[in-house]
């Protein structure tokens, strides 16, 4: 699918904040962003289409993304808390079946 | 919340199938059912969906019940390489895939 996701792993301290980006995210594409913690299954946080949030989860305001066009997506996490260490997941949207997800292999954030 | 239920984990002989059971019994009649899966530090992978026929492709077959409450998941030919955590979800198109916990298959030699 072609999704890649950076950095791949990162250690912040609380209270830092954090940008993690996704690409490439083609035209017509909507993006997603999931949080996965260890052993659970991945929690959606939001998703963007046509550059503009269609639809979130329930995530904190910490937690803001942008979808560039015909490019990338980035998410932003401010005011790290230890909690929020997991593996977060961007995934594009397919063109045939809007279930069809592809997801890049994430980035591991480690907040200490 | 996932709208699902699915055992935590099974195990299965290599090169025998592997059977992966959903209850979905809240399903409603414009709700796809969604396996993904999920192979230790990759993100998830789709595999198939299915409405309320049967389906098959190059490397699964899904089986949904007829009243539509419950689904099977078949690997025909389970490898050490399907060793992952598999997802059933019940999708509405025009929302958002719903993660449960999923059932972790182990494939053994």
């Known amino acids: 699918a072609g999704v890649t996701q950076t950095p791949r792993y990162l250690i912040k301290t609380r209270g830092q904040q954090v940008t993690l980006r996704c690409s490439p995210i083609?035209?017509?594409?909507?993006v997603s962003w999931y949080q996965q913690a260890p052993g659970q299954g991945p929690q959606f946080i939001f998703e963007y289409a046509n550059e503009l949030r269609r639809s979130e989860g329930n995530f904190p305001n910490r937690f803001s993304g942008r979808q560039f066009h015909d490019c990338c997506s980035e998410m932003n996490v401010s005011a790290l808390e230890l909690g929020d260490s997991a593996l977060y997941l961007c995934?594009?949207?397919?063109?045939?079946?809007?279930?069809?997800?592809?997801f890049g292999e994430g980035s591991r954030l480690t907040v200490l | 919340d996932a709208k699902t239920t699915q055992p935590t984990s099974m195990d299965c002989a290599e090169g025998r199938a592997a059977n992966l059971p959903c209850n979905h019994s809240?399903?409603?009649?414009?709700?796809?059912v969604y396996w993904y899966r999920q192979i230790h530090s990759q993100g998830p992978q789709y595999i198939i969906h299915g409405l309320k026929n049967n389906e098959t492709n190059e490397m699964a077959s899904l089986i949904i019940t007829e009243d539509r409450k419950s689904s099977t998941l078949i690997l025909p030919h389970a490898t050490l390489r399907d060793t992952a955590v598999y997802y059933c979800?019940?999708?509405?198109?025009?929302?958002?895939?719903?993660f449960g916990q999923g059932t972790e298959l182990s494939v053994k030699p």
């Open positions: 809240t399903i409603s009649g414009n709700e796809y």
């Open positions: 979800i019940v999708y509405n198109q025009g929302g958002k895939l719903i």
């Open positions: 083609s035209g017509h594409s909507s």
């Open positions: 995934a594009r949207s397919s063109r045939e079946e809007i279930g069809e997800l592809f």
